[in-house]
T-cell receptor, first 112, second 111 residues
Framework: EPEVTQTPSHQVTQMGQEVILRCVPI?????FYWYRQILGQKVEFLVS????????KSEIFDDQFSVERPDGSNFTLKIRSTKLEDSAMYFC??????????FGQGTRLTVV | LAKTTQPISMDSYEGQEVNITCSHN???????ITWYQQFPSQGPRFIIQ???TKVTNEVASLFIPADRKSSTLSLPRVSLSDTAVYYC????????????FGSGTRLLVRP
């Protein structure tokens, strides 16, 4: 069964450093998403990406964040100048139609 | 986007049927209702989606009344492995490109 894959599974970074979280969506999907989940809290929408551009973003997704689809397969989330409060699970998702999304297993980001 | 309201938690026992109801009073005409399941430290997993009446798949059933202001996810004969958080989402192609998760319902299945 096709799946969304995310790398790395766990990343530890120092405060102020930049991190890039990587995702390989399901190959024929058209809609791509990033979500985050702080430990014990709900899944929060960050950004959606369609037709090679951001279609929606939340208030969390400020200038510190950026997304890219550099080639036909990868979808990345870059977090510049990480803060302690950026520590969370980050989930990538993709969908052929935007109402049935398939999620990856997540990247646990720990900022120290 | 329509806001959803679900119970914070539910308890059940193995072998019982569990029904989780979600309220979405402001659902739009083009909105679908979708349920996801999430285990700890894993990404949400799609369970079922519907627009109206009843939808059934190998995992669950989804009941949607005529006014569509609520929906009920029915899990037949739950097992311990069904212990998870269940999210009700409302949205669709015409309303938004994003899926907004509420707080979900934490289901605990006891032996």
């Amino acid at each position: 069964e096709p799946e969304v894959t995310q790398t790395p599974s766990h990343q530890v970074t120092q405060m102020g450093q930049e991190v890039i979280l990587r995702c390989v969506p399901i190959s024929n999907h058209l809609y791509f998403y990033w979500y985050r989940q702080i430990l014990g809290q709900k899944v929060e929408f960050l950004v959606s990406f369609y037709n090679n551009e951001i279609s929606e973003k939340s208030e969390i997704f400020d200038d510190q964040f950026s997304v890219e689809r550099p080639d036909g397969s990868n979808f990345t989330l870059k977090i510049r100048s990480t803060k302690l409060e950026d520590s969370a699970m980050y989930f990538c998702a993709s969908a052929y139609k935007d109402t049935e999304a398939f999620f990856g297993q997540g990247t646990r980001l720990t900022v120290v | 986007l329509a806001k959803t309201t679900q119970p914070i938690s539910m308890d059940s026992y193995e072998g019982q049927e569990v029904n989780i109801t979600c309220s979405h009073n402001n659902i739009a005409t083009n909105d679908y209702i979708t349920w996801y399941q999430q285990f700890p430290s894993q990404g949400p997993r799609f369970i079922i989606q519907g627009y109206k009446t009843k939808v059934t798949n190998e995992v669950a059933s989804l009941f949607i009344p005529a006014d569509r202001k609520s929906s009920t996810l029915s899990l037949p004969r739950v097992s311990l492995s069904d212990t998870a958080v269940y999210y009700c989402l409302v949205g669709g192609m015409d309303s938004s490109y994003k899926l907004i998760f509420g707080s979900g319902t934490r289901l605990l299945v006891r032996p």
